[in-house]
């Protein structure tokens, strides 16, 4: 039979689970943040805001805050997004 603290643990364990997979629905069709973004893909603030720059990550810029859309950065990453480089020339 296992302690009272192992079981404990096994709960705790699995509530943070069932937290991250909350907190994932949750992100569903809103706009996240860059922080939420990298957080995400886990990256840094700063890749994000190079892929934004280099490589026409899927962003929109309200005010001077730039907001996502997590179904289309999925697109975007599913096609290869991150890898490709502009080419001289290119836009």
Known sequence: MPSLSAFGESIYSKLNVLL???AMVEMGDRW???????KY???SNDTVYRWIDRHSMPAHR???LWKFKKDEVD???KSGGARRTKGKGEE
């Open 20 to 22: 991250g997979v909350r």
């Open 32 to 38: 996240l943040s860059v922080e939420e973004m990298s």
């Open 41 to 43: 893909l886990g990256v």
């Open 62 to 64: 309200m005010g001077r």
């Open 75 to 77: 697109e975007w990453v």
